[in-house]
């Protein structure tokens, strides 16, 4: 992901030649800007550039202590009948292919969004990897950034559309030989959070998840963003009908994780409370959830970013290994 200035004549000029993903900050005047900048094995380093010309002045090197002890991330595709797939995978240190390992998909699924971007990621999955968990992701068809025509799996259809590219790599992954195909779960973000409840009820191939700040029923999402994909629920209710997942709340499959702040105005508190009732009726009580008191739809500030991601890790732990190692 690059930062291109365009101009007036249509021509555009890249503003940041280097490889990786680079993520600006525009200054007063827009003459000058801070780039962020990192690959999937580099650390982020902070530049100081000039929309003017390509000078380029390095605030922040990158840390190479924590380049040291990085594990690797792995690049490739998966085939599909829509076309070769983009995937990652982080293997746990001495990764042995004559054991059998859990893996966990991290997975955003809407639209115009990559998981398997050139960038660090989340170092979270560091963690999980060296806790002995496969990590993986896979861009499904409709998130390709680059493809409008797959894009169109969605409209109208999230849920069932966005769910096939995740069943396409759990497939994948479960066919592996070093990876135990009854130990598979998913988790995601916002989004990610819907697709991973979403999932874990309307599918098999995944025995758990864990869903921070999800989206449980598009009808209590902003309209701007839920109508331009999923129509008027006036004249569109059957497929609001079919992406809720407050209407599959007896299906769960396994194990969900719930971790949402109150103050979310982004994916409204309403979506977890909703879904969370509906589990009540179901009488399902393989769920635990964790409320961020006035915290927003990041859930920002260390305490409870260190409490959400050793929850996350606990579930795991618990989930696939039986023992509880981190408590947040």
Known sequence: RSVLAVALDGRLRNLTPEPGSHTPVLAPGFERFVDTSSRFNDPPKVRLRSTLSAAARTLVPEKMALKDVLLPARTFTIASRFGPLDATVLFPPAFNPAKRYPAVMYVYGGPDWSTTGDSLGILYHQLLARA????????????????????????????????????IGARYIASLPYVDAARIGIWGWSFGGFETCYALTHSRLFAAGAAVAPVTDWHLYDSIYAERYMGKPAYNGNAYARSSVLNSAGRLNGPLLIQHGTADDNVHMANTIQLLQQFILAHESRVQFYPYARNTHAIRGL???????AHMLDFWREVFFGRSVVRG
């Not at 968990?133 to 409709?142: H, L, T, Y």
């Not at 305490?303 to 991601?309: D, E, F, G």
């Open 132 to 167: 002995g968990i496969i990590v993986f992701s896979v861009d499904g068809p409709g998130s390709q950034v680059d493809n409008d025509e797959h894009e169109r799996l969605l409209y109208r259809n999230f849920g069932p559309g966005s769910l096939l590219g995740q069943e």
């Open 303 to 309: 305490p409870q970013q260190r409490s959400v991601y």
